[in-house]
């Protein structure tokens, strides 16, 4: 039984549930999930299509996949079939953890004991919960599409999967080609799959949060070439600076595990990337971002974008939580909207993304633009004031901060 059939098995066991709850257990359980990893292997090894048909527990996702299961069963081991699977397990996982939210956030807004009713009665409670739309595209492929709106704690909250392929159109060649890609055609196939999300709360003391996962093939004359990108940030409207080291710390956690030079090299990357050039400032206080990521192996950098995406809810929710009870009025709103208002500007004007998604044939536009705020806001030349938490958050988005002072340790040692 090779070691690769056993980190399989487990990672099997985390897509249908059963591992994520032997995680929550005291460490014996893990040796008897070790043990039990062997009958798994070998059950793997005698039956590929009964390991896809466990794998894929439909009733634990937002939605139908989109590439037909009997194709999924029959190619357990393309990364196309891997990737599909871990962006449907990933964006079930988000939306259920901001749902729970919802839930909560209506719980504790009042009690049985708080009306004045028969306790036998049933006592109705207002829900939010994400709108689930699923599309298909005539060239191929399509996505599901989970918006939550004018919710308590969300009050936009967008979480998007994509699947497709076709051909990509000059202008979307030429932007790959402007990266670096050496494409030889003007028209090429290409397949592309992806988790991308964006969440607006309500309260301006809880950060925006943006994540993007993906992966694309393109084939050319000289075969396929691959690979994956993504990156998760933050944009706080008032910033906290211990919110700030927690986020940063578990995307750092996420990176060392697979190589200690991943965090601070993608971590300046998304300080760069996530720049309004006409404004001067960033987006937001950043986190971590990368693309055309083709090493060491296709096997590699899956495990990678494996560990990235599962630590957004780890990095995010404590957060959420922490803050979205918190006091505010009419002057933290206006501001909120006013640091929206640089949101769209960056996503409309600078992202890559977006970019792409416009210049994709049978582009679904209200996919794409789901990352725009529910409520934005400009003002002309609007200045805050000095020495305000306003002033002090601009700062920091004009000159990036190293949050958990990793250069200060290199000059130290050094």
Same mark, same amino acid.
């Given at each position: #039984?090779?070691?690769?059939?056993?980190?399989?098995?487990?990672?099997?066991?985390?897509?249908?549930?059963?591992?994520?709850?032997?995680?929550?257990?005291?460490?014996?359980?893990?040796?008897?999930?070790?043990? /039990?990893?062997?009958?798994?292997?070998?059950?793997?090894?005698?039956?590929?299509?009964?390991? #896809?048909?466990?794998?894929?527990?439909?009733?634990?996702?937002?939605?139908?996949?989109?590439?037909?299961?009997?194709?999924?069963?029959?190619?357990?081991?393309?990364?196309?079939?891997?990737?599909?699977?871990?962006? #449907?397990?990933?964006?079930?996982?988000?939306?259920?953890?901001?749902?729970?939210?919802?839930?909560?956030?209506?719980?504790?807004? *009042?009690?049985?004991?708080?009306?004045?009713?028969?306790?036998?009665?049933?006592?109705?409670?207002?829900?939010?919960?994400?709108?689930?739309? $699923?599309?298909?595209? *005539?060239?191929?492929? /399509?996505?599901?599409?989970?918006?939550?709106?004018?919710?308590?704690?969300?009050?936009?909250?967008?979480?998007?999967?994509?699947?497709?392929?076709?051909?990509?159109?000059?202008?979307?060649?030429?932007?790959?080609?402007?990266?670096?890609?050496?494409?030889?055609?003007?028209?090429?196939?290409?397949?592309?799959?992806?988790?991308?999300?964006?969440?607006?709360?309500?309260?301006?003391?809880?950060?925006?949060?943006?994540?993007?996962?993906?992966?694309?093939?393109?084939?050319?004359?000289?075969?396929?070439?691959?690979?994956?990108?993504?990156?998760?940030?933050?944009?706080?409207?008032?910033?906290?600076?211990?919110?700030?080291?927690?986020?940063?710390?578990?995307?750092?956690?996420?990176?060392?595990?697979?190589?200690?030079?991943?965090?601070?090299?993608?971590?300046? +990357?998304?300080?760069?990337?996530?720049?309004?050039?006409?404004?001067?400032?960033?987006?937001?206080?950043?986190?971590?971002?990368?693309?055309?990521?083709?090493?060491?192996?296709?096997?590699?950098?899956?495990?990678?974008?494996?560990?990235?995406?599962?630590?957004?809810?780890?990095?995010?929710?404590?957060?959420?939580?922490?803050?979205?009870?918190?006091?505010?009025?009419?002057?933290?709103?206006? +501001?909120?909207?006013?640091? $929206?208002?640089?949101?769209?500007?960056?996503?409309?004007?600078?992202?890559?993304?977006?970019?792409?998604?416009?210049?994709?044939?049978?582009? $679904?536009?209200?996919?794409?633009? #789901?990352?725009?705020?529910?409520?934005?806001?400009?003002?002309?030349?609007?200045?805050?004031?000095?020495?305000?938490?306003?002033?002090?958050?601009? $700062?920091?988005?004009?000159?990036?901060?190293? +949050?958990?002072?990793?250069?200060?340790?290199?000059?130290?040692?050094?």
């Amino acid at each position: #039984m090779s070691y690769k059939t056993i980190v399989r098995s487990l990672r099997t066991l985390s897509y249908v549930g059963s591992y994520k709850k032997i995680r929550s257990r005291p460490y014996k359980f893990y040796y008897a999930a070790i043990v /039990g990893t062997g009958f798994i292997a070998y059950t793997q090894l005698k039956n590929n299509k009964a390991e #896809m048909k466990e794998i894929m527990q439909l009733k634990n996702y937002m939605a139908e996949p989109i590439t037909p299961l009997a194709q999924l069963e029959q190619n357990p081991d393309d990364m196309k079939t891997q990737m599909e699977l871990l962006i #449907m397990r990933i964006q079930a996982e988000f939306c259920r953890a901001l749902e729970k939210e919802e839930d909560q956030a209506w719980e504790d807004e *009042k009690t049985a004991d708080d009306y004045d009713f028969d306790k036998d009665l049933f006592l109705p409670s207002p829900e939010s919960k994400f709108k689930v739309d $699923r599309w298909t595209r *005539k060239e191929g492929g /399509g996505g599901i599409t989970c918006v939550l709106q004018d919710g308590r704690v969300f009050e936009k909250a967008g979480v998007n999967i994509s699947v497709v392929s076709g051909t990509l159109p000059p202008a979307a060649v030429q932007q790959m080609r402007s990266r670096g890609k050496n494409l030889q055609s003007s028209e090429l196939p290409f397949f592309a799959a992806g988790v991308s999300a964006v969440i607006h709360p309500r309260n301006p003391m809880v950060p925006t949060v943006h994540f993007n996962y993906r992966y694309f093939e393109v084939r050319d004359k000289d075969g396929v070439q691959w690979w994956f990108g993504g990156g998760t940030d933050l944009t706080p409207y008032y910033l906290n600076e211990d919110d700030a080291i927690h986020f940063h710390l578990t995307l750092k956690d996420a990176c060392d595990a697979h190589d200690p030079t991943y965090y601070p090299k993608f971590k300046k +990357w998304c300080d760069d990337y996530f720049t309004i050039p006409h404004r001067g400032e960033r987006r937001g206080i950043g986190g971590i971002f990368f693309d055309d990521i083709d090493f060491p192996s296709k096997e590699k950098v899956f495990e990678f974008i494996t560990s990235c995406a599962e630590s957004v809810v780890p990095s995010y929710i404590p957060i959420v939580q922490k803050h979205k009870d918190d006091a505010y009025g009419y002057h933290e709103r206006q +501001w909120q909207l006013l640091r $929206r208002g640089r949101y769209v500007e960056f996503n409309l004007v600078y992202d890559r993304g977006t970019k792409f998604g416009l210049h994709t044939p049978e582009a $679904r536009y209200e996919s794409i633009l #789901m990352s725009l705020p529910l409520n934005a806001k400009w003002e002309y030349m609007h200045e805050p004031k000095q020495n305000s938490p306003e002033e002090k958050l601009m $700062r920091v988005l004009k000159e990036p901060r190293d +949050w958990l002072n990793i250069e200060k340790g290199k000059r130290t040692v050094g």
